[in-house]
């Protein structure tokens, strides 16, 4: 069974910023790209971010692109999405999410129809 654990969600006041991470098994991340979805309090899960499986390949939703960057440690198998400037419309659950395989070295995927797996969530609140 797969397992992606997150961490790092919060509490921030706007303009602030966090730094979430996901982890998961060696074998799992080798071979997986992955991203991050985010749900607020009444609406879809929406997409944030993707990798590829080697971490050349990197895609945001135009709604935090600039203010938030992605990257992955291999090595680790870790991901991680830091966020900055964050706004009060950030506030969400955040997941993430792992395609596996990924079908090509460069390859994101942006639906969330994509993916076969998913972490628990991680509250993020952006607030004063």
């Known amino acids: 069974q797969v397992q992606l654990v997150e961490s790092g969600g919060g509490l921030v006041q706007p303009g602030g910023s966090l730094s979430l991470s996901c982890t998961t098994s060696?074998?799992?991340?080798?071979?997986?790209?992955m991203g991050w979805f985010r749900q607020a309090p009444g609406k879809e899960r929406e997409f944030v971010a993707a990798?590829?499986?080697?971490?050349?390949?990197?895609n945001f939703s135009n709604s935090v692109k600039d203010r938030f960057t992605l990257s992955r440690q291999n090595a680790q198998n870790i991901l991680y999405l830091q966020m900055y400037s964050l706004k009060p419309e950030d506030t969400a659950v955040y997941y993430c999410?792992?395609?596996?395989?990924?079908?090509?070295?460069?390859?994101?995927?942006?639906?969330?129809?994509?993916?076969?797996?998913w972490g628990q969530g991680t509250q993020v609140t952006v607030s004063s």
């Open positions: 060696a074998r799992t991340f080798s071979s997986a790209a």
């Open positions: 990798v590829s499986r080697t971490g050349d390949n990197i």
């Open positions: 999410a792992a395609k596996v395989p990924a079908y090509g070295n460069r390859m994101v995927y942006l639906s969330e129809s994509d993916y076969d797996f």
